[in-house]
């Protein structure tokens, strides 16, 4: 069986650089395919797929929110839970910009800008989550309890079935 190479992105290097074990997970990306290709892709629930959103307040303020891939954001109930008039998600240029990752390919993890991380507290109930690994066709299997230590999310209750 041929070794996967892991993609070199910021991403996996901090995650390397701070000891923490990821499995790498590559698939057929696919333009607007969005976590319900990655999820058939990799075969996994898309509840763990989990996106990784750059969005920004009614002051411009760039924010990422990490949400299960079967759930959107309700960016009013963000808005109130974090005390802004509003919340929405930043242009694709605009979400590149902050990240430094090409949208679609968007990771947590180094990102150009420092800005705060908004997590949907649900999702550290789950075992293994899958979170773009800084590239398109590339996302990680990792441990909610990692993501959690390196991120320090702000645990939020803001998901819509």
């Known amino acids: 069986m041929a070794k996967v190479k892991i993609p070199a992105t910021p991403a996996t290097r901090l995650l390397k650089q701070a000891g923490v074990s990821f499995s790498p997970q590559l698939y057929a990306y696919e333009e607007r395919g969005g ?42 109930n963000l808005a109130r839970t974090i005390g802004v008039k509003s919340v929405s998600p930043c242009r694709p240029d605009v979400a590149d910009r902050h990240s430094g990752y090409q ?24 075992k293994t989550i899958y979170l773009n690994g800084g590239k398109r066709g590339f996302l990680i ?6 993501v959690t230590k390196l991120l320090q999310p702000i645990l939020v209750e803001v998901a819509i079935d």
């Open 35 to 76: 976590t319900t290709v990655s999820a058939r892709e990799l075969g996994v629930e898309e509840h763990a797929v989990i996106k990784t959103l750059v969005m920004e307040d009614d002051n411009g303020a760039p924010m990422i929110v990490l949400m299960h891939g079967d759930r959107e954001v309700s960016t009013k």
């Open 141 to 146: 299997g990792i441990s909610p309890q990692d």
């Open 103 to 126: 949208v679609g390919g968007t990771s947590p993890f180094a990102t150009r800008k420092t800005m705060p991380v908004y997590m949907e507290k649900t999702i550290v109930d789950l």
